[in-house]
């Protein structure tokens, strides 16, 4: 056999090895997007079982060059076969049940599959979902709240929250921190029966030593741990820089939050502080505070740049 019949030979072997896995040549590359598109389970199989078979003639053909030895027969036309006959083999022990086939074919249905989920359109429920985990924080409730109107809840309180802070000495972000967590960034503020807001910020109920207006209120307290509903009558402002004033002076003149006072800019001692202090009966308060103070503040680098 010349060598140009044996070149050309080769040639026609090899694309034929090609054509017969899909992968390097254009038009079996085609065929296998086209029967994704109509039957993507079918499709992977079939993905899986090439893999498979372009490993084994990889695995073949490794073998023989480890078993090679020096000899006459050793010349293009016996590689040719060796090649060909390793083509053989590969597809005909390719895709059968247990073997590599069926572990990529899983592995290439769980991506396919993941891809779908995460393309889906999602229907109104799911849409709901996402937006209510789309939160600056999720293990609370409390601050729930897209991060702009979070933005503006830090926005709108600043000043009183300054002025307090020049009465007090806690820092303005603490404060607001957790005029958020009371009242979930402004969206559960206590409220009168006709819907308008009482104004209170910090949740400071009415004791018989207040004078001013009052609202009545179901809210969540905590007993041995356990949550439990009760009525319970809260201080009414006419403003929210009432609110954070009437703070500042519960803070300042009430000797059971001195070390809260005392705690400077400790986000840790503050948030603590009021919990062992009595301020809430929530055992997680200091814990849910903490997380708020840190949102807040991160929030408030936002805004100054």
Do not use: C
């Not at 010349?75 to 073997?99: F, H, V, Y």
């Not at 741990?225 to 009760?230: C, E, I, M, S, T």
């Not at 308060?285 to 936002?302: C, D």
């Amino acid at each position: 056999m010349s060598k140009l019949a044996t070149t050309g030979l080769g040639a026609n072997a090899g694309a034929a090895n090609v054509a017969s896995t899909g992968f390097g040549d254009a038009r079996g590359v085609e065929s296998l997007k086209s029967r994704a598109a109509k039957d993507p389970k079918a499709a992977v199989k079939e993905a899986a079982k090439q893999f498979e078979t372009l490993f084994m003639q990889q695995l073949l053909k490794s073998m023989r060059e480890a078993t090679k030895s020096d000899s006459s027969m050793d010349n293009d036309a016996s590689k040719l076969g060796a090649e060909m006959l390793d083509t053989q083999w590969s597809t005909k022990l390719s895709g059968r049940p247990g073997g590599l086939a069926d572990v990529i074919a899983r592995q290439l249905d769980r991506q396919v599959s993941g891809s779908a989920t995460s393309i889906a359109k999602p229907d109104s429920a799911n849409l709901a979902a996402a937006r209510s985990t789309a939160s600056l924080a999720r293990p609370q409730a409390a601050i729930s709240m897209p991060q702009q109107s979070a933005s503006d809840f830090v926005t709108q309180h600043t000043e009183a929250a300054t002025q307090a802070e020049a009465t007090t000495g806690i820092p303005a972000s603490f404060m607001i921190a957790q005029a958020a967590h009371e009242t979930g960034w402004g969206k559960h503020e206590i409220r009168h029966q006709d819907g308008t807001t009482a104004h209170n910020l910090f949740g400071i109920k009415a004791g018989s030593n207040w004078t001013g207006d009052t609202v009545n209120v179901t809210t969540t307290e905590y007993s041995n741990g356990q949550p439990h509903k009760v009525v319970q009558k809260f201080r009414a402002y006419g403003s929210y820089a009432e609110s954070f004033a009437d703070y500042a002076k519960l803070m300042k003149d009430n000797p059971r939050y001195e070390r809260v006072v005392a705690s400077g800019s400790d986000a840790h001692s503050f948030a603590h502080g009021l919990q062992k202090a009595g301020y809430a009966t929530d055992p997680a308060y200091a814990q849910k505070l903490s997380r708020v103070i840190n949102t807040t503040l991160r929030l408030q680098r936002s805004v100054q740049t």
